[in-house]
């Protein structure tokens, strides 16, 4: 039974969390509050002007650029989510019925993808993809297969999410692993006997004991995506012709680039849309599959 706390110690404990919480709160909200102000401004550089409105909102939804940052950021995040949690979630499980021994020496292996930042990740596809110099490019002309340019606006977006599956996937893999130690053996064991194959022991067993990890993993790996921008600035800079430039992106070149503070909260704010839409829906998918 828990130790029932007085009003003096509930004082007390209050003014131990006063700091903490001012700090999150301070670097949390304040910027998120501060963007929203600025978008309804007129910019000039870094000094803001008078209150215009809505009217950037209209020019961003006005822009084609900014249609199609949607557009690509969309796709980018399905696309990760849609390639690296499978992957992550069938490494886990082949981890998982490899024992112990291989899970240490595996796990290990697999998840320098992940410990890498994001610049090393990046520089290190753009070098190994390249079209002039690139070792698979160079491997292709080898087997008398014509070079293809990886980061050209054909394939660019599809190397892009690539990269990033590769870097994303291990955390997935990590996540369902720890979830599926904690699916009872017995569970299994029964359904063996009972004639089950293995299809209906993962759809009726394991699937079941791990939703609620996938669906947390899910809405992680969407909002880091979402909000990405080292990787994608260091491998393609949003090129060619704009055809890999996420809103994030944006964000960051309108801000420190171009110095259109204006344009940049706009899209900051909508970023921001985007994160609480995605976040609502994961968290409204996770409690029904517990209720």
């Not at 700090?23 to 550089?45: D, G, K, L, M, R």
């Not at 995040?77 to 499980?93: E, K, S």
């Not at 070149?253 to 994961?282: C, H, M, P, R």
Request: proline share 3%; hydrophobic share 50%.
């Amino acid at each position: 039974m828990g130790m029932r706390l007085n009003n003096k110690q509930k004082w007390e404990l209050a003014y131990l969390l006063i700091p903490g919480v001012a700090v999150i709160a301070f670097v949390t909200f304040y910027p998120a509050i501060y963007s929203i102000w600025v978008s309804f401004h007129e910019t000039n550089y870094a000094n803001i002007g008078d209150f215009n409105g809505i009217d950037n909102y209209i020019r961003f939804f006005t822009d084609p650029n900014s249609i199609q940052s949607i557009v690509v950021s969309l796709i980018y995040v399905i696309g990760t989510v849609g390639f690296a949690v499978p992957i992550g979630y069938g490494f886990a499980i082949l981890l998982k019925s490899g024992g112990s021994y291989v899970q240490k020496i595996y796990r290990s292996i697999l998840l320098i993808p992940w410990i890498i930042s994001q610049v090393v990740v990046a520089l290190l596809w753009k070098w190994f993809l390249d079209g002039s110099y690139g070792p698979f490019v160079y491997f292709l002309g080898l087997n008398g297969i014509e070079s293809i340019n990886f980061f050209g606006t054909k394939f660019a977006l599809g190397t892009l999410i690539f990269t990033n599956v590769w870097r994303a996937f291990p955390f997935v893999m990590v996540m369902m692993l720890a979830a599926l130690q904690t699916v009872p053996e017995e569970l299994y064991e029964s359904a063996t006997i009972d004639g089950a194959n293995a299809l209906q022991i993962f759809s009726k067993i394991t699937f079941q004991y791990t939703i609620s990890t996938l669906l947390i993993t899910v809405i992680m790996i969407t909002l880091e995506a979402f909000n990405m921008v080292t990787l994608i600035n260091t491998l393609t800079a949003g090129g060619p012709l704009a055809k890999t430039e996420t809103l994030a992106l944006s964000v960051y070149k309108d801000a420190f680039q171009n110095w259109e503070l204006g344009n940049a909260s706009t899209t900051g704010v909508l970023i921001l849309f985007f994160n609480i839409v995605f976040s609502l829906g994961y968290i409204a998918l996770l409690r029904r599959e517990d209720s």
